[in-house]
């Protein structure tokens, strides 16, 4: 389960402060518990609920195995976001999205591969071989593919999660997302609609400590979940190790009949030997003989 959010922590980091009241999105009326100088406030009791929601949610997808996604390419969350998804290990994009990432991740898998094998032309010396030029072309193509696609070179499937910074911003991950089915957590501020996403935590998405707020508690979550599956696995591992120690017990021995002990008696012996001989059978003639002389008698 994730960590207990505070509300004063939010309300330090300015989470609440939303955007001005010419500019908000109607659906988001439910979250905002106020205006005060032309500005919305978000109600930070709503935003703690939701991010703990979120953060329960976002452990078992980590617990399971898959991977969530971080989506943040606006300037003052580039950093937050990558530092906190390699803190957990995740994939993120924090450049401009590649359009078909999620819709045509086959050519995205593609592209990584070939980032890979330039790596590999490098290790076994045929990056050498080339003229001066085409070296000079593979480094500037390896170097485009790391920015755009290093951070997610280790994501070999669809992602379980999308975690995304502005989504009026990110609108196109959003749809692409929505296509697969794929569920949404995101920041939401009092502009954006939160009807596109599944997990939405009611925020301020353009101040970086807002940001690192709400995103550190996100990662902090996902580590959770990972120590679980990591903790899960260890206690099977050891119940089969002992399992396996343990002596097996002996397969119960088949119970063969008592063999009959031999007579002592005289007459059963001289019976048995008597069975034992060979038995001579009469020719027909001599029992045609046999039966003509017991009727002359």
Do not use: W, Y
């Given at each position: 389960?994730?960590?207990?959010?505070?509300?004063?922590?939010?309300?330090?980091?300015?989470?609440?402060?939303?955007?001005?009241?010419r500019r908000w999105n109607p659906n988001m009326a439910p979250y905002i518990y106020m205006e005060r100088n032309g500005i919305h406030i978000i109600n930070l009791y709503k935003s703690a609920a939701k991010m703990?929601?979120?953060?329960?949610?976002?452990?078992?997808?980590?617990?399971?195995?898959?991977?969530?996604?971080f989506v943040a390419t606006k300037k003052q969350a580039k950093e937050i976001v990558s530092e906190?998804?390699?803190?957990?290990n995740m994939p993120y994009i924090t450049e401009r999205w590649p359009g078909g990432m999620l819709t045509n991740f086959v050519t995205i898998r593609r592209a990584v591969k070939k980032m890979a094998s330039i790596d590999r032309m490098k290790k076994d010396g045929t990056f050498n071989t080339l003229s001066k030029k085409e070296r000079l072309q593979v480094d500037r193509l390896r170097a485009k593919l790391e920015k755009n696609l290093g951070s997610i070179s280790d994501?070999?499937?669809l992602p379980g999660a999308l975690f995304v910074v502005d989504i009026t911003r990110e609108h196109i991950a959003i749809k692409e997302a929505q296509k697969l089915n794929i569920p949404i957590f995101a920041m939401v501020d009092t502009n954006s609609d939160p009807r596109e996403v599944e997990y939405v935590i009611p925020s301020n998405d353009d101040a970086s400590k807002s940001i690192n707020k709400v995103v550190s508690y996100v990662a902090d979550s996902i580590v959770d979940g990972l120590s679980e599956r990591k903790a899960s696995k260890e206690s099977k591992k050891e119940k089969a190790e002992d399992e396996e120690k343990e002596p097996k017990a002996p397969k119960a021995a088949v119970k063969q009949p008592e063999?009959?002990?031999?007579?002592?008696?005289?007459?059963?012996?001289?019976?048995?030997?008597?069975a034992k001989k060979d038995v001579k059978l009469e020719s027909k003639k001599e029992t045609l003989d046999k039966a003509s002389s017991n009727e002359e008698e």
């Open positions: 389960m994730a960590n207990k959010v505070e509300v004063k922590e939010l309300l330090d980091a300015g989470v609440h402060f939303g955007h001005l009241t703990q929601e979120a953060g329960d949610a976002l452990a078992k997808i980590a617990a399971s195995g898959r991977k969530i996604l906190q998804a390699e803190k957990a994501m070999s499937r063999a009959e002990a031999p007579s002592k008696d005289a007459e059963d012996k001289k019976a048995m030997q008597e």
